[in-house]
C-alpha cells in the first residue's frame, strides 16, 4: 500500500541520516583522539627535554662543587 512505501521510504532515509550523523561523530571522535595524541607527545617531550636540562645542570653543579672541594666523595 502507499502508507506501507510512505513508511519504508521514512525508515529508509531515517537509517540514512542516523548513519551520516554516526561517521560524523566518529570521525570528530578520531580527530579529537589524534589531536590528543599529538599534544600528549609534545607534552611528553617538553617534559624529557626539562628533565634532562636538570639532570645535566645537577651534574654540572655536583661537579663543580666536588672541583671546589665542598663535597667530600
Avoid at 611528553?44 to 654540572?60: G, Y
Wanted: aromatic share 4%; hydrophobic share 35%; net charge negative.
Amino acid at each position: 500500500t502507499a502508507a506501507e512505501e510512505e513508511r519504508r521510504q521514512i525508515l529508509a532515509q531515517a537509517e540514512r541520516t542516523a548513519s551520516g550523523i554516526l561517521a560524523d561523530a566518529q570521525k570528530k571522535a578520531q580527530e579529537i583522539t589524534t589531536q590528543a595524541e599529538q599534544q600528549s607527545e609534545k607534552t611528553w617531550q617538553a617534559f624529557q627535554q626539562k628533565a634532562e636540562e636538570l639532570i645535566r645542570a645537577h651534574e654540572e653543579l655536583r661537579l663543580l662543587a666536588k672541583g671546589d672541594g665542598l663535597f667530600k666523595q
